[in-house]
């Protein structure tokens, strides 16, 4: 597609519940990566996928978040047992080449999670 | 948490100054990014740096690689209204991103 497309916009959950947050990048853009963003604050790294394969997902809280790129397109982020402290605006971006070379990260407008 | 240092914080500047800010960092980067965001949109790109001591202009603005790899500047000419927002560095390999420096412009 033109843009990196990110659904759902927003999401609301109850506490506990499971959430997927869905991330169709740039077609032809191998690498994908995943932030959290809180109010006030830069993007927080989450993972990043070289292709289909998570090549560092060093930035994943915990082991209730977890990612997948299985045809090294589309990414789904999911998120178990949901807690209040995961509210956050999650973006996505994707790159032409690892490294954002190839003129930088393109991100979405990002879902907008709240746990109440 | 953030690997990137970024200041200022914040500026209020009266339209038509210059701004500067800056970004440290105590890893070697391959690649500085600067980001503006606006709220509710996710940040877009702004300039991309890829070799150490590189300066880049896109209009009014100006961004330098420096030369150790571990920091680079964006300075804004000349501000107007619609400057107002957030600015985020980042760096490449690792796609870490600073704090943000949020700007405010008085007409």
């Known amino acids: 597609g033109a843009g990196v497309s990110q659904t759902p916009s927003n999401k609301v959950t109850e506490k506990g519940k499971y959430v997927e947050l869905r991330c169709d990048p740039i077609s032809g853009h191998t690498a994908l990566y995943w932030y959290r963003q809180s109010l006030g604050q830069g993007p927080e790294f989450l993972i990043y996928f070289q292709g289909t394969g998570a090549a560092d997902d060093s930035g994943l809280p915990n082991d209730r978040f977890f990612a997948v790129r299985p045809e090294g397109s589309v990414s789904t982020l999911k998120i178990q047992r949901t807690e209040r402290g995961d509210s956050a605006v999650y973006l996505c971006?994707?790159?032409?080449?690892?490294?954002?070379?190839?003129?930088?990260?393109?991100f979405g407008s990002g879902t907008r999670l709240t746990v109440v | 948490g953030q690997q990137l240092n970024q200041s200022p914080q914040s500026m209020f500047i009266q339209e038509g100054e210059d701004v500067s800010m800056n970004c440290t960092s105590s890893?070697?980067?391959?690649?500085w990014l600067w980001y503006k965001q606006d709220p509710g949109e996710g940040p877009v790109l702004l300039i991309a740096?890829?070799?150490?001591?590189e300066l880049t202009s896109n209009g009014r603005l100006t961004a330098q690689f420096g030369i150790t790899r571990k920091d680079s500047f964006l300075n804004i000419s000349a501000s107007i209204p619609s400057d107002v927002g957030i600015y985020f560095c980042a760096g490449s390999p690792l796609g870490r991103f600073g704090a943000g420096t949020r700007l405010t412009v008085k007409p």
């Open positions: 971006a994707s790159s032409l080449r690892a490294g954002g070379q190839g003129n930088g990260y393109t």
């Open positions: 890893s070697i980067f391959n690649t």
């Open positions: 740096l890829y070799k150490a001591g």
